[in-house]
């Protein structure tokens, strides 16, 4: 278990919690309204793998255009640019080739 609080809020109130609320709109527009899942396991394989594609591949707004938790290969200067996909090309990242 984990020793993550959960801080209840009224009803009805998205402003007091503007963070959690861009990650569900997030999420559902990127990712769950683009799919149909057969059982709790594709569900739960395809939130694994937004989350992933959330901390380490997209950038935000909030920490100036930077990733939350980037790869080593991260700002590597190299020729070539590879796409990385997830969820059969709904999630995209685009980087550079390892020398």
Do not use: W
Not at 51 to 68: P, S
């Amino acid at each position: 278990t984990t020793d993550i609080e959960p801080v209840l809020l009224p009803p009805k109130s998205p402003n007091m919690n503007a963070y959690l609320e861009r990650f569900k709109r997030g999420l559902k527009s990127e990712c769950l309204n683009k799919m149909i899942f057969f059982g709790q396991h594709s569900l739960e394989r395809a939130l694994k793998e937004y989350v992933a594609h959330y901390h380490a591949e997209r950038n935000h707004q909030g920490l100036d255009n930077q990733l939350i938790e980037p790869d080593a290969e991260v700002g590597r200067v190299a020729v070539k640019i590879e796409c990385r996909e997830r969820l059969g090309g709904l999630l995209k990242y685009y980087h550079r080739d390892a020398a």
